[in-house]
């Protein structure tokens, strides 16, 4: 992986945070990516190099923001990575919450990621790269009062995992479908503070796990025991009384 150039979208915190330590190691330049500068700046000196990256800041959520994003990637040269990561969800009634929101979040967590795929796919493609798509296992079941972000998470994995069939051979491709994990994802929802599900596993089990896979060639990561768990929960409960439960457990 070493003497190329990856693109992590939303490394202010989190996730993002997580993926710049860990693929940091691999004798890469980054490129790092946000809306809030001060916090990607504090990604940017947490690293061992912070000379050797640059930062990009720009909204996702704005259609011209994500084609001038675009264009200033194009100024960076031949990117080897992209780990589509960035992302957010908004919690609570969708009859109540405010239509830009929902919007925002179908624009930044799955319109946004597929633009830039498509726009790097030639780059990436020459230099026998890699995508990693971070989805969740919300896209996995509907969920009742966080509807458009299980919905943006659905949209995302199918995209994902039809894209490694299609570039077998071509491109590695990990889809990266985590469960809860104690990053600032809760408290941006607008979700009420809890103690945290049972199945949280942290930022750095999660991205550690997507690696591991891409060092496999790629594939769907679901990522520790705990979301293993989970996900097997998922796939042997009948869908009705999944939605009841997520109603009961999500709502307000
Ligand atoms: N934590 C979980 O439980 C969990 C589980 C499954 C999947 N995920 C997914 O993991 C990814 C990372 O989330 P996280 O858990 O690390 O949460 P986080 O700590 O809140 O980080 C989210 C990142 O996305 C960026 N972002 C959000 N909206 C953006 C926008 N409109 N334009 C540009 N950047 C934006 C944020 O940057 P700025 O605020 O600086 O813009 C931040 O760097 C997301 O796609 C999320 O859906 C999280």
């Given amino acids: 992986m070493s003497g190329g150039k990856i693109l992590i979208t939303g490394a202010s915190g989190g996730f993002g945070y997580e993926f710049a330590q860990q693929l940091e190691k691999s004798g ?19 690293l ?9 800041i720009t909204d996702l959520s704005q259609r011209k923001s994500v084609e001038s994003f675009i264009e200033a990637l194009a100024e960076e040269g031949s990117i080897l990575g ?9 919690w609570g009634s ?32 020459r230099n026998h790269g890699f995508i990693i798509n971070v989805s969740s296992l919300a896209g996995e079941t509907p969920l009742p009062y966080m509807s458009t972000y299980a919905a943006a998470k659905a949209g995302l994995t199918y995209w994902s995992e039809a894209l490694r069939a299609e570039l077998e051979g071509k491109l590695n491709i990990v889809t990266l479908a985590s469960g809860p994990s104690p990053t600032g994802f809760r408290d941006v929802s607008g979700a009420p503070k809890g103690k945290g599900s049972f199945f949280r596993t942290s930022a750095e089990e999660v991205v550690a796990a997507s690696l591991q896979t891409l060092k496999r060639g790629g594939g769907y990561c679901v990522p520790g025991f705990r979301h293993r768990m989970l996900w097997m929960l998922q796939k042997i409960m009948p869908r009705q009384l999944s939605l009841t439960l997520m109603r009961s457990y999500l709502k307000r």
């Fill in 28 to 46: 890469v330049e980054l490129i790092l990516h946000a809306r809030d500068e001060a916090r990607l700046q504090l990604t940017l000196d947490g």
């Fill in 82 to 90: 992209l780990v589509n990561n960035a992302g957010f969800g908004v």
């Fill in 94 to 125: 969708f009859e109540r919450c405010e239509s830009v929101a929902q919007l925002d979040v179908l624009r930044t967590d799955l319109v946004a990621p597929v633009a830039i795929a498509h726009a790097l796919l030639p780059n990436l493609i």
């Fill in 48 to 56: 061992k190099y912070p000379d050797r990256h640059t930062c990009i």
